[in-house]
T-cell receptor, first 115, second 115 residues
Framework: NAGVTQTPKFRVLKTGQSMTLLCAQD?????MYWYRQDPGMGLRLIHY???????AKGEVPDGYNVSRLKKQNFLLGLESAAPSQTSVYFC??????????????FGQGTRLTVV | AQSVTQLGSHVSVSEGALVLLRCNYS??????LFWYVQYPNQGLQLLLK??????LVKGINGFEAEFKKSETSFHLTKPSAHMSDAAEYFC?????????????FGTGTRLLVSP
């Protein structure tokens, strides 16, 4: 099982450039998430999706857009990259059946540097 | 709203010593609580979770955590540290009726293990 796969793993952007991060999961999970990780700040939720065709804002959504056209994919877009978006980005997916049967799985991360 | 406080950004122990990583939470509803471990340049791996069953939760790699409602704490412990435990550890909380939706993470504690 591949689990949660993020593409690319590393990227360097110039200020003002755009890019899309791809997250793919093969576990048929309903819920998917994008987090960013910054030193001393833990992981913060950018956007999330509770099902195909739906997205919602998380804690730090400004400067990002997302789309979930297919259940297995969750795309994170940066329209005009800024140095403040230099971070490690993690995608996750989860399922929820009941209070005990629930779990989230994380990808390996994408290290993005904006210069 | 949910929040998590992890006391100590770095904790140093000797191999064989007790590991204690502290986590206090705030939640307006019965919470789900989690501990994740992150090894260098890796994604997050679930160590254990509390979902309102037993208050003492056992996880992987010999770790356990105890949910104490009166103290709003969910501290992570391991009786005897191993060199391979060196990593960053994150405590996280979510609403009790939504599983892994919208996890809120603490800022993380880096565990250093010396020979």
């Amino acid at each position: 099982n591949a689990g949660v796969t993020q593409t690319p793993k590393f990227r360097v952007l110039k200020t003002g450039q755009s890019m899309t991060l791809l997250c793919a999961q093969d576990m048929n999970h309903e819920y998917m998430y994008w987090y960013r990780q910054d030193p001393g700040m833990g992981l913060r939720l950018i956007h999330y999706s509770v099902g195909e065709g739906t997205t919602a804002k998380g804690e730090v959504p400004d400067g990002y857009n997302v789309s979930r056209l297919k259940k297995q994919n969750f795309l994170l877009g940066l329209e005009s990259a800024a140095p403040s978006q230099t971070s490690v980005y993690f995608c996750a997916s989860s399922y929820y059946r009941d209070r005990v049967n629930t779990e989230a799985f994380f990808g390996q991360g994408t290290r993005l540097t904006v210069v | 709203a949910q929040s998590v406080t992890q006391l100590g950004s770095h904790v140093s122990v000797s191999e064989g010593a007790l590991v204690l990583l502290r986590c206090n939470y705030s939640s307006s509803v019965p919470p789900y609580l989690f501990w994740y471990v992150q090894y260098p340049n890796q994604g997050l791996q679930l160590l254990l979770k509390y979902t309102s069953a037993a208050t003492l939760v056992k996880g992987i790699n010999g770790f356990e955590a105890e949910f104490k409602k009166s103290e709003t704490s969910f501290h992570l412990t391991k009786p005897s540290a191993h060199m391979s435990d060196a990593a960053e550890y994150f405590c996280a909380v979510s609403k009790g009726n939504t599983g892994f939706q919208k996890l809120v993470f603490g800022t993380g504690t880096r565990l250093l293990v010396s020979p």
